[in-house]
Every structure is written in structure tokens, then in C-alpha cells.
């Protein structure tokens, strides 16, 4: 078998064009723009990137967008202190925090000062919490919901399905996992998640009917880890050196997609897959932010 492409940067063009109308809507009723500030803390040069596609979707979208770029010397205290004039501005619905911040930032900090009723990433635990517990209609964390969305738009039913998560970080595997097991649309799947310590990958990953794969490790799963008619998505976004690229590097996921095309039935490509879906749910979420500010949610 040779797979099909899921196609993220179709699917997030429709989703796009319904925030955008949605936005039109709450404009045209209320007034209100939405607006999302995003900060970025130093200049690495992946988040730069993520982070004007995110202003430029914004733009795109009719949403209005405060980049807020400091220098990668920013202290702690400063950063609060901006977070805390955002929560305070009631013109401002979205906030964001570019992830990572420099070593002398403690993100967590960073997550507990956003106001929940901001917190587009969902990464505060009012959010994550509420989320866990079954209620879909807050905060969504943006690149799993991204993936169910990738999933339900393909056609890809969860519900009975062994799902495979590699990797368990609190942005993207946990959440995920908890996502697909949810008693809930895009969930009701069977859900194993691997990690480093796991013991006999291959035995785990060969039961998949789904696998996302998001532990950060350039084309990690291989073709003969994957189980024939398997549905793959690829969350990784690795650079990696290619002295044939203008700019010297190249992007692959956390897939080795050249081996596990020939398995899976379904498969997501690095980049036009889960990366633009990440930033299609953030515009999302800072419609759902604006429209419980106005409450007409
Ligand atoms: N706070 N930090 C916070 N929120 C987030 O949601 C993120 N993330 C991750 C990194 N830090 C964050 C993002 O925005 C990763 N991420 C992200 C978003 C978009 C894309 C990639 C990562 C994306 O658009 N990727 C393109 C390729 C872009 C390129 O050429 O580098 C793609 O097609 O996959």
C-alpha cells in the first residue's frame, strides 16, 4: 500500500475560511473585533517563523493581532508585568507566550499569570483541568485539537480504534491522548502512550489502527513499526542539516516517512500537516475567547 496524503494546509484553509466568517459576524453584530496578543521572548529563529504566520493568519482572518517581540534579556518580572497589562486590557481576548522562553523565564510562571479566560494555548491548569474532566467547549490546546480535526476531516473514525501517542509532553501527548480517549466525537479510541521508557516499541506500535507520533525525534518510527492501513500523524518539526537546501537545512517530522508511506493508508506530511492545523485552533480559540468575553457562547 501507498498512503494518502492528509492534507493540512487544505483542511485548515476550510476551517480558516469559517473563522473568518464567524469573525465577519461578531464584528458586524457587536463591534468587537477579536484580537490576540502574541509575545515572543528572544529570536530563535523556528519560533520567529511560527510566530509570524500566527500575526499574519490573524491579519488574514480579521482578527487583530498585538506582536509583542522583547529581547531574549527580558526578565521574569518584566514579562509578568506585561502578561498582567494584557490580562487587564479588555480589548485583548487571546494571550500567548511563544514556547520555549529563555532559561532565565520559568514558563510555568509564565502560564499561571495568563488569565484563564485568555489562555488561547490552553496551557493553564483551569483549562487543561476543565478540559480532562469531558467539557470541549472551553480552550482546546491547539495542536491536538488540530489533529482531531485532521482526523474527522479525513473521514478517520476514532471511536473502537487502537490509538498510539509517542511522546507525553504536556503540550501535545497527554493532551492528546486524553483527546482521543474522551468520550466525545473525535475521541472514544483504545490509547496507549509511549515514551522513552516504553519496552518493545515495535510490539505497541504494530496494534495501531492510529499513531501520532510527537516525541521530537527526526523520522523516529519506521515502516516496519507500523502496522499495514495504519493512519499516521506526524507532529514533529525537526530541522535538520541538507547541504542540497538554499538555506542549508530542511524540515522532517518525527516520521520516517519514506519507509512508513509504503504501510500507512492515511499519512500527514512535515510541513503542510499538523503545523498549519496548530495555528488554524488558535485562531479558533481566540474566537471562543472573544465570544465568552461577549458572552454569546
Ligand atoms: N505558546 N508555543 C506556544 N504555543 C504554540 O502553539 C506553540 N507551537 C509550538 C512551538 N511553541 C509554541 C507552535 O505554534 C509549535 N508550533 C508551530 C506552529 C506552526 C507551525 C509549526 C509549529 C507551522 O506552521 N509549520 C509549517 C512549517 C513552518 C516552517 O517552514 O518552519 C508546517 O507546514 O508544518
Redesign the pocket.
Known amino acids: 500500500m501507498s498512503a494518502n496524503l492528509i492534507n ?2 487544505e483542511i485548515s484553509k476550510a476551517v480558516n475560511a469559517e473563522t473568518a466568517a464567524e469573525v465577519a459576524e461578531i464584528v458586524a453584530k457587536y463591534g468587537v473585533r477579536p484580537a490576540l496578543a502574541v509575545i515572543l521572548v528572544g529570536e530563535d529563529p ?2 520567529q ?3 509570524s ?2 500575526d499574519k493568519k490573524c491579519a488574514e482572518l480579521g482578527i487583530r493581532s498585538e506582536k509583542i517581540v522583547l529581547p531574549a534579556d527580558t526578565t521574569e518580572a518584566e514579562l509578568l508585568a506585561i502578561i498582567a497589562k494584557l490580562n487587564a486590557d479588555p480589548s485583548i481576548h487571546g494571550i ?5 522562553v529563555p532559561k532565565q523565564i520559568d514558563e510555568q510562571k509564565v502560564v499561571l499569570a495568563i488569565d484563564p479566560a485568555k489562555d488561547v ?1 490552553c ?1 493553564h491548569p483551569f483549562n487543561v483541568g476543565r478540559m480532562m474532566l469531558g467539557d470541549f467547549s472551553g480552550f482546546l490546546p ?2 491536538p485539537w488540530g489533529v482531531t480535526v485532521l482526523l474527522e476531516r479525513s473521514g478517520v473514525v476514532t471511536r473502537g480504534k487502537n490509538a498510539v501517542v509517542l511522546g507525553r509532553s504536556n ?1 501535545v501527548g497527554k493532551p492528546m491522548a486524553a483527546m482521543l480517549a474522551a468520550k466525545a466525537p473525535f475521541g472514544d479510541a483504545t490509547v496507549t502512550v509511549c515514551h522513552s521508557h516504553t519496552r518493545d516499541l515495535a510490539a505497541v506500535t504494530l496494534q495501531a489502527d492510529i499513531i501520532v507520533a510527537a516525541l521530537g525525534i527526526p523520522r523516529f518510527l519506521k515502516g516496519d513499526q507500523v502496522k499495514e492501513g495504519a493512519v499516521i500523524i506526524d507532529v514533529g ?1 525537526n ?1 535538520i542539516p541538507d547541504p542540497t537546501a538554499k538555506n542549508g537545512c530542511r ?1 522532517v517530522g518525527d516520521v520516517d516517512f519514506d519507509s512508513v508511506v509504503e504501510k500507512a493508508s492515511l499519512i500527514t ?8 492545523m ?2 488554524a485552533m ?1 485562531m479558533k480559540n481566540t474566537l471562543r475567547a472573544c465570544r465568552a468575553a461577549l458572552k454569546t457562547a
Open positions: 493540512g494546509n523556528a519560533s517563523v511560527y510566530v504566520r500566527k500567548l507566550v511563544q514556547s520555549p494555548d496551557f491547539c495542536t503540550i518539526i530541522r524540515l506530511p512535515v510541513p503542510g500537516g499538523v503545523g498549519p496548530t495555528i488558535l
